[in-house]
Protein backbone atom coordinates (compact mmCIF):
# COMPACT_ATOMS: atom_id res chain seq x y z
CA UNK A 1 0.00 0.00 0.00
CA UNK A 2 2.78 2.07 1.10
CA UNK A 3 4.86 1.66 -2.27
CA UNK A 4 1.67 2.35 -4.27
CA UNK A 5 0.71 6.25 -2.65
CA UNK A 6 4.60 6.52 -3.25
CA UNK A 7 4.58 6.18 -6.49
CA UNK A 8 1.33 8.14 -7.08
CA UNK A 9 3.18 10.91 -5.52
CA UNK A 10 6.24 10.78 -7.75
CA UNK A 11 3.91 10.64 -11.09
CA UNK A 12 2.00 13.49 -9.73
CA UNK A 13 4.82 15.12 -8.97
CA UNK A 14 6.44 14.76 -12.58
CA UNK A 15 3.69 15.94 -14.09
CA UNK A 16 3.69 19.33 -12.09
CA UNK A 17 7.02 19.61 -13.49
CA UNK A 18 6.59 19.27 -16.61
CA UNK A 19 3.83 22.02 -17.09
CA UNK A 20 5.75 24.50 -15.65
CA UNK A 21 8.91 24.19 -17.77
CA UNK A 22 6.24 24.43 -20.58
CA UNK A 23 5.11 27.65 -19.47
CA UNK A 24 8.22 29.29 -17.74
CA UNK A 25 7.00 32.56 -16.94
CA UNK A 26 10.44 33.86 -16.66
CA UNK A 27 11.09 33.29 -20.72
CA UNK A 28 7.83 34.80 -21.54
CA UNK A 29 8.78 38.25 -20.26
CA UNK A 30 11.83 37.93 -21.88
CA UNK A 31 10.53 37.41 -25.39
CA UNK A 32 7.69 40.42 -24.83
CA UNK A 33 8.19 42.35 -22.03
CA UNK A 34 4.97 44.62 -22.49
CA UNK A 35 2.97 41.70 -22.00
CA UNK A 36 1.53 42.29 -25.47
CA UNK A 37 -0.05 40.00 -28.00
CA UNK A 38 3.08 38.65 -30.33
CA UNK A 39 1.57 39.25 -33.46
CA UNK A 40 0.35 43.10 -32.37
CA UNK A 41 4.00 43.67 -32.44
CA UNK A 42 5.29 42.05 -35.43
CA UNK A 43 2.82 43.97 -37.36
CA UNK A 44 3.70 47.50 -35.61
CA UNK A 45 7.34 47.01 -36.15
CA UNK A 46 6.41 45.88 -39.80
CA UNK A 47 4.31 49.14 -40.28
CA UNK A 48 7.05 51.68 -38.93
CA UNK A 49 9.89 50.22 -41.33
CA UNK A 50 10.80 52.66 -43.84
CA UNK A 51 10.73 51.29 -47.56
CA UNK A 52 13.62 50.00 -49.19
CA UNK A 53 15.11 52.26 -51.37
CA UNK A 54 12.99 55.57 -50.38
CA UNK A 55 13.32 57.83 -48.13
CA UNK A 56 10.87 57.71 -44.97
CA UNK A 57 8.21 58.64 -45.63
CA UNK A 58 3.92 59.76 -44.02
CA UNK A 59 1.91 56.45 -44.12
CA UNK A 60 0.33 55.99 -47.49
CA UNK A 61 -3.56 56.22 -45.56
CA UNK A 62 -3.24 59.59 -45.10
CA UNK A 63 -3.19 60.67 -48.80
CA UNK A 64 -5.78 60.16 -51.52
CA UNK A 65 -4.16 58.66 -54.81
CA UNK A 66 -5.46 59.84 -58.52
CA UNK A 67 -4.01 58.11 -61.34
CA UNK A 68 -3.71 60.18 -64.24
CA UNK A 69 -3.75 59.88 -67.92
CA UNK A 70 0.21 59.71 -68.13
CA UNK A 71 0.03 56.93 -65.89
CA UNK A 72 1.49 58.57 -62.90
CA UNK A 73 -0.78 59.36 -59.82
CA UNK A 74 -1.52 62.97 -58.08
CA UNK A 75 -1.65 63.47 -54.27
CA UNK A 76 -3.62 65.20 -51.50
CA UNK A 77 -3.89 64.90 -48.43
CA UNK A 78 -7.48 62.73 -47.22
CA UNK A 79 -10.02 64.66 -45.19
CA UNK A 80 -10.06 64.97 -41.36
CA UNK A 81 -6.56 63.55 -41.07
CA UNK A 82 -3.76 64.47 -38.46
CA UNK A 83 -0.46 65.08 -40.82
CA UNK A 84 2.83 64.82 -39.15
CA UNK A 85 4.66 68.17 -38.26
CA UNK A 86 7.91 67.07 -40.38
CA UNK A 87 5.89 65.78 -43.63
CA UNK A 88 7.75 63.38 -46.08
CA UNK A 89 5.66 62.54 -49.48
CA UNK A 90 6.03 59.53 -50.99
CA UNK A 91 8.05 59.32 -54.20
CA UNK A 92 5.56 56.10 -55.35
CA UNK A 93 2.45 54.33 -55.35
CA UNK A 94 1.97 51.18 -56.53
CA UNK A 95 4.88 50.72 -58.22
CA UNK A 96 4.13 54.23 -60.12
CA UNK A 97 5.91 57.61 -59.73
CA UNK A 98 3.79 60.28 -57.14
CA UNK A 99 4.33 63.65 -59.50
CA UNK A 100 1.77 66.12 -58.99
CA UNK A 101 0.50 67.68 -55.82
CA UNK A 102 -2.94 68.11 -56.50
CA UNK A 103 -4.68 71.50 -56.00
CA UNK A 104 -5.77 72.16 -52.76
CA UNK A 105 -3.82 69.31 -51.30
CA UNK A 106 -2.68 70.84 -47.88
CA UNK A 107 -4.78 73.62 -47.95
CA UNK A 108 -5.02 75.16 -44.08
CA UNK A 109 -2.76 72.59 -42.22
CA UNK A 110 -1.67 75.00 -39.98
CA UNK A 111 0.14 72.58 -37.89
CA UNK A 112 2.87 71.53 -40.61
CA UNK A 113 6.26 72.14 -39.99
CA UNK A 114 8.29 71.31 -43.16
CA UNK A 115 7.74 69.27 -46.49
CA UNK A 116 10.16 67.36 -48.55
CA UNK A 117 9.10 66.46 -51.90
CA UNK A 118 11.36 64.09 -53.28
CA UNK A 119 12.60 63.74 -56.89
CA UNK A 120 10.36 62.92 -59.69
CA UNK A 121 7.22 65.56 -58.41
CA UNK A 122 7.13 67.76 -61.57
CA UNK A 123 3.83 70.32 -60.35
CA UNK A 124 3.00 72.12 -57.59
CA UNK A 125 -0.81 72.94 -58.20
CA UNK A 126 -3.10 76.01 -57.05
CA UNK A 127 -3.42 76.38 -53.52
CA UNK A 128 -1.12 73.57 -52.61
CA UNK A 129 0.05 75.01 -49.63
CA UNK A 130 -2.25 77.62 -48.86
CA UNK A 131 -2.03 78.76 -45.45
CA UNK A 132 -0.14 76.44 -44.02
CA UNK A 133 1.03 79.05 -41.45
CA UNK A 134 3.76 76.61 -39.27
CA UNK A 135 5.32 75.75 -42.68
CA UNK A 136 8.99 77.07 -42.38
CA UNK A 137 11.05 74.80 -44.37
CA UNK A 138 10.14 73.26 -47.59
CA UNK A 139 12.40 71.20 -50.15
CA UNK A 140 11.47 71.56 -53.51
CA UNK A 141 13.17 69.09 -55.96
CA UNK A 142 15.07 69.86 -59.38
CA UNK A 143 12.38 68.49 -61.85
CA UNK A 144 9.27 70.55 -60.72
CA UNK A 145 8.64 72.89 -63.55
CA UNK A 146 5.34 74.68 -62.44
CA UNK A 147 4.70 76.12 -59.15
CA UNK A 148 0.59 76.96 -58.98
CA UNK A 149 -1.23 80.10 -58.37
CA UNK A 150 -1.53 80.84 -54.18
CA UNK A 151 0.74 77.54 -53.81
CA UNK A 152 2.27 78.95 -50.33
CA UNK A 153 -0.31 81.66 -50.22
CA UNK A 154 -0.35 83.16 -46.76
CA UNK A 155 2.93 80.44 -45.09
CA UNK A 156 4.05 83.06 -43.07
CA UNK A 157 6.15 81.18 -41.33
CA UNK A 158 8.32 80.23 -44.60
CA UNK A 159 12.31 81.48 -43.13
CA UNK A 160 13.95 80.71 -46.90
CA UNK A 161 12.79 78.36 -49.79
CA UNK A 162 15.17 77.28 -53.18
CA UNK A 163 13.34 77.23 -56.64
CA UNK A 164 15.41 75.08 -58.50
CA UNK A 165 16.14 75.79 -62.31
CA UNK A 166 13.70 73.74 -64.14
CA UNK A 167 10.85 75.88 -62.85
CA UNK A 168 9.20 77.76 -65.45
CA UNK A 169 6.40 79.15 -63.71
CA UNK A 170 5.61 80.95 -60.84
CA UNK A 171 1.58 81.50 -60.35
CA UNK A 172 -0.23 84.24 -59.12
CA UNK A 173 -0.39 84.88 -55.49
CA UNK A 174 2.31 82.17 -55.28
CA UNK A 175 3.96 83.24 -52.28
CA UNK A 176 1.61 85.88 -50.78
CA UNK A 177 2.39 87.06 -47.13
CA UNK A 178 4.62 84.84 -46.79
CA UNK A 179 6.31 87.65 -44.23
CA UNK A 180 9.52 85.96 -42.93
CA UNK A 181 11.08 85.49 -46.86
CA UNK A 182 14.02 87.62 -46.41
CA UNK A 183 15.39 86.48 -49.88
CA UNK A 184 14.68 84.81 -53.28
CA UNK A 185 16.32 83.93 -56.30
CA UNK A 186 13.90 83.45 -59.17
CA UNK A 187 15.38 80.87 -61.59
CA UNK A 188 16.07 81.03 -65.40
CA UNK A 189 13.45 79.76 -67.17
CA UNK A 190 10.80 82.59 -65.39
CA UNK A 191 9.17 84.96 -67.75
CA UNK A 192 6.95 86.54 -65.58
CA UNK A 193 6.36 87.30 -62.02
CA UNK A 194 3.37 88.12 -60.10
CA UNK A 195 3.85 86.19 -57.05
CA UNK A 196 5.53 88.01 -53.94
CA UNK A 197 2.92 90.48 -52.74
CA UNK A 198 3.16 91.45 -48.96
CA UNK A 199 6.63 89.18 -48.69
CA UNK A 200 7.19 92.37 -45.99
CA UNK A 201 10.24 90.83 -44.81
CA UNK A 202 11.87 90.59 -47.99
CA UNK A 203 14.95 92.59 -48.87
CA UNK A 204 16.62 91.25 -51.60
CA UNK A 205 15.28 89.46 -54.58
CA UNK A 206 17.13 88.43 -57.92
CA UNK A 207 15.26 88.81 -60.99
CA UNK A 208 17.23 86.50 -64.29
CA UNK A 209 17.40 87.92 -67.71
CA UNK A 210 14.81 85.48 -68.94
CA UNK A 211 11.91 87.60 -67.22
CA UNK A 212 10.06 89.36 -70.21
CA UNK A 213 7.22 90.81 -67.56
CA UNK A 214 7.25 92.20 -64.39
CA UNK A 215 3.60 91.32 -63.97
CA UNK A 216 0.15 92.87 -61.79
CA UNK A 217 1.27 93.12 -58.24
CA UNK A 218 4.15 91.65 -58.01
CA UNK A 219 5.61 93.01 -55.18
CA UNK A 220 3.43 94.42 -53.45
CA UNK A 221 3.73 96.06 -50.35
CA UNK A 222 7.35 94.32 -49.99
CA UNK A 223 7.59 97.05 -46.95
CA UNK A 224 11.25 95.98 -46.28
CA UNK A 225 12.83 96.08 -49.96
CA UNK A 226 15.65 98.29 -50.31
CA UNK A 227 16.85 97.64 -53.58
CA UNK A 228 15.93 95.79 -56.75
CA UNK A 229 17.66 95.51 -60.08
CA UNK A 230 15.38 94.94 -63.16
CA UNK A 231 16.93 92.89 -66.12
CA UNK A 232 17.32 94.25 -69.90
CA UNK A 233 15.33 91.38 -70.63
CA UNK A 234 12.03 93.83 -68.82
CA UNK A 235 9.56 95.04 -71.81
CA UNK A 236 6.68 95.81 -69.19
CA UNK A 237 6.14 97.26 -65.48
CA UNK A 238 2.65 95.87 -64.85
CA UNK A 239 0.23 98.13 -62.59
CA UNK A 240 0.80 98.17 -58.96
CA UNK A 241 4.13 96.08 -59.23
CA UNK A 242 6.01 97.84 -56.81
CA UNK A 243 3.11 99.70 -54.70
CA UNK A 244 4.00 100.40 -51.32
CA UNK A 245 7.28 99.31 -51.15
CA UNK A 246 7.77 102.08 -48.81
CA UNK A 247 12.24 101.37 -48.17
CA UNK A 248 13.09 101.32 -52.04
CA UNK A 249 15.21 104.47 -52.67
CA UNK A 250 16.31 104.29 -55.75
CA UNK A 251 15.25 102.35 -59.08
CA UNK A 252 16.40 101.92 -62.45
CA UNK A 253 14.25 101.23 -65.69
CA UNK A 254 15.95 99.10 -68.33
CA UNK A 255 15.47 100.46 -71.74
CA UNK A 256 13.98 97.76 -72.91
CA UNK A 257 10.70 98.88 -70.89
CA UNK A 258 7.91 100.31 -72.80
CA UNK A 259 5.02 100.85 -70.39
CA UNK A 260 4.58 101.74 -66.83
CA UNK A 261 1.63 100.35 -65.45
CA UNK A 262 -0.72 102.06 -63.12
CA UNK A 263 -0.40 102.22 -59.61
CA UNK A 264 3.59 100.69 -60.45
CA UNK A 265 5.39 102.78 -57.51
CA UNK A 266 2.68 103.99 -55.73
CA UNK A 267 3.07 104.63 -51.95
CA UNK A 268 6.92 104.46 -52.47
CA UNK A 269 7.45 106.78 -50.02
CA UNK A 270 11.21 106.14 -49.63
CA UNK A 271 12.38 106.89 -53.62
CA UNK A 272 13.74 109.65 -54.08
CA UNK A 273 15.52 109.01 -57.81
CA UNK A 274 14.59 107.01 -60.62
CA UNK A 275 15.49 106.25 -64.02
CA UNK A 276 13.26 106.43 -67.30
CA UNK A 277 14.88 105.35 -70.53
CA UNK A 278 13.70 107.13 -74.05
CA UNK A 279 11.49 104.10 -74.58
CA UNK A 280 9.25 104.62 -72.38
CA UNK A 281 6.00 105.59 -74.24
CA UNK A 282 3.06 105.39 -71.63
CA UNK A 283 3.16 106.25 -67.54
CA UNK A 284 -0.24 104.73 -66.04
CA UNK A 285 -2.61 106.54 -63.75
CA UNK A 286 -1.33 106.93 -60.10
CA UNK A 287 1.89 105.63 -61.41
CA UNK A 288 4.32 107.10 -59.18
CA UNK A 289 1.48 109.17 -56.91
CA UNK A 290 2.31 109.14 -52.79
CA UNK A 291 6.49 109.68 -53.65
CA UNK A 292 6.56 111.78 -51.40
CA UNK A 293 9.94 111.76 -50.99
CA UNK A 294 10.88 112.02 -55.21
CA UNK A 295 13.28 114.94 -55.68
CA UNK A 296 14.86 114.01 -58.98
CA UNK A 297 13.69 111.92 -62.56
CA UNK A 298 16.70 111.04 -64.98
CA UNK A 299 15.36 110.67 -68.15
CA UNK A 300 17.44 109.50 -71.50
CA UNK A 301 15.40 111.71 -74.22
CA UNK A 302 14.95 114.84 -74.52
CA UNK A 303 12.63 117.71 -73.20
CA UNK A 304 10.67 117.18 -76.19
CA UNK A 305 10.35 113.42 -75.90
CA UNK A 306 9.44 113.66 -72.38
CA UNK A 307 6.35 115.81 -72.67
CA UNK A 308 5.50 113.01 -75.95
CA UNK A 309 4.99 110.84 -73.16
CA UNK A 310 1.27 109.04 -73.10
CA UNK A 311 0.98 110.18 -68.82
CA UNK A 312 -1.99 109.23 -67.41
CA UNK A 313 -4.23 111.34 -65.10
CA UNK A 314 -2.33 111.50 -61.50
CA UNK A 315 0.74 109.86 -62.58
CA UNK A 316 2.56 112.07 -60.28
CA UNK A 317 -0.20 112.87 -57.65
CA UNK A 318 1.29 113.56 -54.25
CA UNK A 319 4.55 113.48 -55.38
CA UNK A 320 6.08 116.57 -53.89
CA UNK A 321 8.33 119.03 -55.77
CA UNK A 322 10.91 117.09 -58.10
CA UNK A 323 13.07 117.50 -61.43
CA UNK A 324 13.20 115.66 -64.69
CA UNK A 325 16.42 115.95 -65.90
CA UNK A 326 16.43 115.39 -69.60
CA UNK A 327 19.52 115.29 -71.79
CA UNK A 328 18.94 118.80 -73.31
CA UNK A 329 18.08 120.56 -70.41
CA UNK A 330 15.96 120.04 -66.44
CA UNK A 331 12.29 120.53 -66.55
CA UNK A 332 11.51 121.66 -62.82
CA UNK A 333 7.93 119.87 -61.37
CA UNK A 334 6.31 121.81 -58.64
Not at 133 to 158: K, M, Q, R
Not at 160 to 183: E, H, K, M, Q, R
Not at 234 to 240: K, L, M, Q, Y
Not at 248 to 256: D, E, G, R, V
Request: charged share 15%; hydrophobic share 35%.
Amino acid sequence: MKKTVFAAFIFVFALVFAGCAASNPGDEAQSNPAGQDTASVTTAQAQTEPVTGEPEHAPYELFKFSLLDDGTYEIKARQNVVLPDNLVLPASYEDKPVTVICEDAFKDYRDIVSVVIPDGYTVISNNAFFRCTDLSSVVIPAGVTSIGDNAFYGCSSLTSITIPDSVTSIGYYAFYNCSSLTSITIPDGVTSISAFQYCSGLTRITIPDSVTRIGYSAFEGCSSLTSITIPDSVTSIDGSAFIGCSRLTSITIPASVTSIGKNAFAGCTGLTSIIIPDSVTSIGYMAFAGCTGLTNIDYTGTKTQWNKISKDYGWNNNTGDYTVHCTDGDIPIN
